[in-house]
């Protein structure tokens, strides 16, 4: 297996609601990502998970909170977001202590906050 | 902190023409791999090929070519025989011998039959 899947494709989700975003891997990976892409821009980074312990956090707001229950999945949990928040958000996963063999990447969540 | 610079925004290029995608970048390491990667409208990155900084060749991949110069910073990207699948963004990226990806602005190429 080398993909990353994430799941919804699509989400459309009010100011107030709750929802998650899901990614798995099954390539051993032990560190994943979560990334913003707004259109026609480059990826940005929001959170870094090595060996299942958050080793990076880009100054995210709060509305968003990730989670690694595992070596496999990756969740980011919204609440309270704001319509300058939709855009597509990407999973990625690498296998660590080299960056020579890139990133693997989802094919995103497309997110639309209303 | 490195930087990732593509200065073409964007590029258009005849069926079964050649295209180069430039890209520059900054850095003060000497151990690091660079990336093209692809991003079809179907929204997936696509890894197209990876250069090793301390290797002198040239990446090739397929119809994909790779014009490195470390001295001058420099990492296009080379497509041959292009294809309207290769219609997509295109972001080179930097990666440092940690974990660490960092994008260029993109280049959007459109392939026009």
């Known amino acids: 297996d080398t993909e990353v899947t994430q799941t919804p494709k699509h989400l459309v989700m009010g100011m107030t609601n709750k929802k998650s975003l899901k990614c798995e891997q099954h390539?051993?990976?032990?560190?994943m990502y979560w990334y913003k892409q707004k259109a026609k821009k480059p990826p940005e980074l929001m959170f870094v998970?090595?060996?299942?312990?958050?080793?990076i956090n880009e100054s995210v707001p709060s509305r968003f909170s990730p989670e690694c229950p595992n070596s496999s999945l990756l969740n980011l949990h919204l609440h309270a977001l704001q319509p300058e928040d939709s855009a597509l958000y990407l999973c990625?996963?690498?296998?660590?202590?080299?960056?020579?063999?890139?990133?693997?990447f989802g094919s995103g969540t497309r997110l639309t906050v209303v | 902190a490195q930087t990732v610079t593509q200065s073409q925004p964007e590029m258009s290029v005849q069926e079964a023409e050649t295209v180069t995608l430039s890209c520059t970048y900054d850095t003060s390491e000497n151990n690091y791999y660079l990336f093209w990667y692809k991003q079809p409208p179907s929204r997936q990155m696509i890894l197209v090929i990876r250069?090793?900084?301390?290797?002198?060749q040239n990446a090739t991949e397929n119809r994909f070519s790779v014009n490195f110069q470390k001295a001058a910073k420099s990492f296009s990207l080379k497509i041959s025989d292009s294809q309207l699948g290769d219609t997509a963004m295109y972001f080179c990226?930097?990666?440092?011998?940690?974990?660490?990806?960092?994008f260029g602005g993109g280049t959007r190429l459109m392939v026009k039959p």
């Open positions: 390539m051993g990976h032990r560190a």
């Open positions: 990226a930097f990666n440092n011998a940690g974990n660490m990806l960092t």
């Open positions: 250069q090793e900084a301390y290797k002198q």
């Open positions: 998970y090595s060996y299942e312990k958050l080793s």
């Open positions: 990625a996963s690498s296998s660590t202590g080299t960056g020579g063999k890139g990133y693997t």
